[in-house]
């Protein structure tokens, strides 16, 4: 049997005053009302309750800043007025966060990922508005730190700033940040170059954490290599581990994503529109088909994950870190939920490298 959906996404818009040269979401006129948002974190709440887990709910568009006068306010004031405990959170571009807003959240104890690519010219490069100015000058960056001093820099890497990743990680630690999470953007086309620039970079990362190390320095952790390391689920037992099936259980766990409709799909990035059809796996009003979670997740498994570019992943040494990455992603880019995107592969090849070269030190 298979457990209720929990939490997930809240797909509350899928507008954005953002038009970020990579995104992958299709800006489509379908807008959340209050009423479905509400019964959105009731439902949450509910199956929760009869699972005995906590309910979780993460603002998610487009960009829901758009949305915080008349559903992400409200709906938090709501959750906090009507349930204990229940996880908060929100994904934004931060240009439309200021310091009464980011007060606000931290009042309310909802997390923020902010996504930002690293220092003006790398993010004014690919994050812009949809009249082509930059986008860095409007984030406030000083104030999200006050007030999320722990919070991760969120960075996307792709071909045209990979060469920068080294020079943006520093930027961040700079600023203030503890953590820094930087994943490449699968749908891409890269270059042998590319891939070379993506692992030098890794490798200076790497190179400044271990001279910060051996200094006494503090410095920012680095992705799943520190990160892991750091709360006890050190990469390199995983590199050991018998490999899994998947990170997020394609609907079959507790999580799911919630559309303006209230239907609920599979994935938790999963946005409204007829690429993600075949994902439904039900409705909020009208119940979720259970039989629908199995058939999608049965589509998935280890034994038939494959690289897009060389096969089979047997002898990869990330193979059990990477667990056939996101299915979602894998979908969009190469049709086919078992064959990984090569920049994904890569990536996961770099982190697993840097962690033996740790263990070696």
């Keep these: ?66 949305r915080y006068e008349d559903i992400v306010k409200p709906i938090i004031e709501y959750v906090r007025g009507n349930y204990g405990e229940y996880t908060l959170s929100i994904t934004t571009n931060g240009t439309l966060l200021d310091e009464d807003k980011l007060r606000f959240f931290k009042d309310n104890g909802v997390e923020i990922l902010l996504s930002i690519d690293g220092d003006k010219p790398t ?51 700079k600023k203030g940040y503890k953590s820094v999470t930087m994943i490449p953007n699968v749908f891409e086309e890269w270059s042998a170059e590319d891939y070379d620039a993506m692992e030098r970079g890794v490798e200076k990362i790497m ?23 750091s709360q006890g689920g050190d990469i390199r037992d995983r590199l050991r581990d018998e490999p899994g099936c998947g990170t997020c259980g394609l ?50 498994h280890v034994d038939k994950i494959k690289s897009e570019e060389s096969g089979r992943c047997d002898n990869c040494k990330a193979r059990n870190v990477c667990k056939g990455g996101c299915t979602i992603n894998n979908y969009f880019k190469t049709g086919d939920l078992n064959t990984i995107p090569e920049a994904y592969c890569r990536w996961m090849e770099a982190m697993a490298k840097a962690n033996e070269r740790m263990v070696k030190e």
């Design 1 to 66: 049997m298979l457990p209720k959906i929990c939490g997930g996404f809240l797909n509350v818009t899928q507008k954005c005053n953002l038009a970020c040269k990579y995104c992958f979401v299709k800006q489509q006129p379908m807008e959340m009302d209050f009423k479905t948002a509400k019964d959105a974190v009731d439902f949450y709440a509910q199956n929760a309750l009869d699972e005995l887990a906590t309910p979780s709910v993460t603002f998610f568009g487009g960009e829901p800043m758009l």
């Design 123 to 173: 993010q004014d490069l690919l994050r812009t508005k949809h009249d082509g100015r930059g986008s860095f000058d409007d984030i406030p960056i000083d104030l999200y730190l006050k007030y999320y001093p722990h919070g991760t820099f969120r960075a996307t890497l792709d071909p045209r700033n990979v060469r920068d990743m080294y020079d943006n990680y520093l930027f961040a630690e």
């Design 207 to 229: 190179e400044h954490i271990a001279e910060a190390k051996a200094s006494g320095r503090s410095y920012a952790e680095f992705s799943e290599v520190e990160k892991g390391r």
């Design 251 to 300: 609907g079959a766990g507790l999580y799911g994503s919630i559309g303006a409709s209230g239907d609920v799909y599979s994935c938790q990035e999963m946005t409204e529109n007829a690429e993600c059809a075949d994902f439904k796996i039900g409705n909020i009003y009208t119940g979720i088909d259970d039989d629908r979670r199995i058939e999608i997740m049965s589509k998935f």
